[in-house]
């Protein structure tokens, strides 16, 4: 029916999908929670347990090079005189106390075993350690970010990205193993991206592990693959200059020159072709082929529309719809709790009619909020539409938590502040679930109710039919229809949650069904009315 998005001390969000009625509620966080954090907390105490080990290693280290140079100093002496040094009998007695007692002595500390605490700490966390299928999403999320925000690879590896606090630039074996992920995965576009940057850090004197070859055999074939024959050999015979004897590289060199001269024969054969066919029609030409055509604007595909809202691009209201936008004191229709102290109401967008209500929810709700769902945040999930059996999907990547007003009081007050606020009923709403996007997350075009957060950069709840784009303000609510009075879905709200920059997005989503407004908001005679 309709949908509201509230954005707490990160985003409170309230939407209604077509069947039944959503309202979404959404907040944000200046730091990352749940697993993420946690992660770093283990690794800290990782850290610690490390420097634990290294100070021990290093005081086993120092008694024993004070040991060598105590019998250095004692040996040179002896070696000057043997027979009379050990014609002192003391000299003789220390001697053979020395290699009866006190090199046995030294061997036990050299093998005394510091590194127990380090490793048995080690194994015990690892159990919480991500998975590869965790490092791959990771590597994913990067890449989908560098396409619809159009990041080039140096300013990712440099660190420089908007909102950014905390840089952190990436190094040849970061910007390697990225390119390795896309290359298994397939995306030899990508591969090609990160195996170049992987290489431009190391020809401007980066130390690495990864040596320029093995970048090369990887950045020649991801090229190749794309049908850049001709950058491809002349990546190899660099990578033969290194290393003459590499045999996948010279396999590939006559492989290369071979379907390099096949290519130029095809290419030559249908230019030729390409001009015969150009002078026939040339002579087919007649008067009528210089009358004006109507020309039709071709609609811009939806996955681009979404990426250029996302970017803040796209569809701009005109002067004459942007006129029509106000803001404004709003008491719901002088509803007692709003009439000493009336919400203000900024209108985002005319059609369809998408409002934005200020300092709605508090910084101590969100946290409260947060708190209640922390512990139960589980990958969020879709009903598969033939099967209807729920499942994860690519093109929804968030962590998701459902709260019942009966746990605490704080969610029984935000259900009341939505029918407050929207007019309508609560008790045949669904209970309210709290969403998490971290960096990289995001929902793609669809049917339903709407998302947003308090973020650093990106994460804007955008409107790809329309050109709408609503971005993430702190303590703020966000509403519209989803469905028209008569019940029919209003497809100009078909939305997508943008893909988190930098920062962390928070949502909660409350969906209201049909059954229940009747009253509250009767049924139109007309359908889209």
């Known amino acids: 029916l309709l949908s509201l998005l509230l954005i707490l001390a990160s985003s409170l969000f309230l939407s209604l999908p077509p069947p039944p009625l959503s309202i979404s509620l959404s907040f944000s966080l200046p730091v990352c929670p749940g697993w993420s954090d946690n992660l770093l907390y283990t690794e800290k105490d990782l850290v610690t347990s490390l420097k634990n080990y290294i100070t021990a290693e290093e005081n086993k280290l120092k008694q024993v090079k004070q040991w060598a140079e105590k019998l250095d100093v004692l040996s040179a002496i002896a070696m000057q005189d043997p027979e009379g040094f050990l014609g002192n009998p003391v000299n003789a007695f220390k001697l053979m106390k020395r290699l009866n007692t006190e090199w046995g002595d030294l061997e036990s500390l050299v093998l005394k075993d510091t ?73 030899y576009y990508h591969t090609e991206l990160w195996m170049e940057q992987a290489l431009k850090q190391l020809d401007e004197g980066e130390e690495s592990t990864v040596d320029k070859v093995t970048v090369l055999d990887y950045l020649s074939y991801a090229i190749y693959q794309q049908g850049d024959l001709g950058r491809a050999l002349e990546l190899t015979k660099r990578l033969l200059m290194l290393d003459p004897e590499h045999q996948r590289a010279n396999g590939n060199l006559k492989y290369f020159e071979f379907q390099l001269i096949n290519q130029r024969k095809a290419q030559a054969q249908e230019a030729q072709k390409a001009r015969e066919e150009g002078k026939e029609q040339r002579k087919r030409l007649t008067s009528d082929a210089s009358k004006k055509k109507k020309r039709f604007r071709e609609p811009v595909p939806e996955r681009k529309m979404y990426e250029m809202l996302c970017r803040g691009e796209g569809i701009k209201l005109t002067p004459r ?14 509803h007692p709790k709003y009439l000493l102290s009336p919400v203000k109401q900024e209108d985002e967008w005319d059609r369809p009619y998408i409002v934005r209500y200020h300092d709605i929810i508090s910084h101590g709700e969100i946290e409260k909020v947060k708190e209640l769902a922390k512990p139960r945040l589980r990958r969020a999930t879709i009903s598969n539409p033939i099967t209807g059996v729920l499942e994860t999907a690519p093109y929804r990547i968030s962590k998701s938590a459902w709260l019942t007003a009966y746990e605490h009081p704080m969610i029984d007050q935000i259900n009341q502040r939505i029918e407050d606020l929207t ?48 971005w993430p303000k702190k303590g703020t609510a966000v509403f519209w229809y989803n469905l028209f009075p008569s019940g029919e879905g209003d497809y100009s709200t078909r939305h997508a949650a943008c893909p988190v920059l930098v920062g962390n997005k928070w949502v909660s989503n409350k969906w209201i069904h049909e059954r229940g407004q009747e009253f509250r908001r009767p049924c139109g005679l007309n359908e889209t009315a």
Do not use: W
């Open 423 to 470: 007019g309508l009923e609560m008790d045949t709403a669904e209970e309210l679930q709290v969403a998490n996007y971290g960096v990289g997350g995001q929902y793609e075009p669809h049917f339903d109710f709407g998302r947003m957060s308090d973020v650093a950069a990106g994460g804007a709840t955008v409107f790809p039919d329309v050109g709408a784009a609503v």
């Open 115 to 187: 590194k127990d605490g380090f490793i048995s700490n080690l194994t015990l966390q690892r159990q919480h350690f991500p998975t590869d299928e965790d490092q791959t999403g990771a590597a994913k999320a990067l890449l989908r970010l560098q396409d619809t925000y159009r990041l080039d690879t140096n300013t990712i590896s440099t660190g420089d990205l908007p909102g950014v606090t905390h840089k952190s630039p990436m190094t040849v074996e970061d910007c390697f193993e990225l390119g390795k992920i896309a290359y298994s995965e397939v995306d």
């Open 321 to 334: 719809r942007q006129r029509r936008l106000f803001c404004r004191y709003f008491d719901n229709h002088g």
